[in-house]
């Protein structure tokens, strides 16, 4: 099983509700969270904030069944019980992992469903 830190997780997450990314302009790689090295060219600072605009397309997912979240989620699961997290594709290319919401996981997630962010 992946882990990631709580600090990371934590530092990580003003971008992630804003779905804000780095674009580089040395490359044009998009970069989600921004970071300060460019993954696809290694330029330094060369990244450029843009606003995702959260549509996408679920690419793949799991259930995260009890007993089965990280750390930082095992509250949320013993509260509500299985969710979905997938990989979704945005319309800008990146692939994100999300947890969806407002849906069954067992019955109304499927590969290739279109979907977008909600913020509650």
């Given amino acids: 099983m992946a882990h990631v830190s709580i600090p990371k ?11 804000v990314a780095g674009k580089c302009s040395n490359c044009g790689e998009l970069n989600f969270p921004p970071t300060t090295l460019c993954k696809k060219c290694g330029q ?6 843009i606003e995702l605009k ?3 397309t679920v690419y793949t997912y ?5 007993g ?5 989620f095992a509250k949320m699961q013993k509260k509500c019980g299985p969710y979905a997290i ?7 290319g990146l692939k994100i992992n999300v947890q969806l919401t ?3 996981p067992f019955k109304d ?3 290739g469903m279109k979907v977008s962010a909600v913020f509650r």
Wanted: charged share 30%.
């Fill in 102 to 104: 407002d849906c069954d």
């Fill in 44 to 49: 330094e600072n060369t990244q450029k904030h």
């Fill in 54 to 56: 959260g549509k996408g």
């Fill in 68 to 72: 089965g979240a990280p750390p930082e």
């Fill in 86 to 92: 997938a990989i979704v594709e945005l319309e800008e």
């Fill in 62 to 66: 799991t259930i995260i069944g009890r």
């Fill in 9 to 19: 997780y934590w530092k990580a997450l003003p971008q992630k509700y804003r779905l």
């Fill in 109 to 111: 997630v499927n590969i």
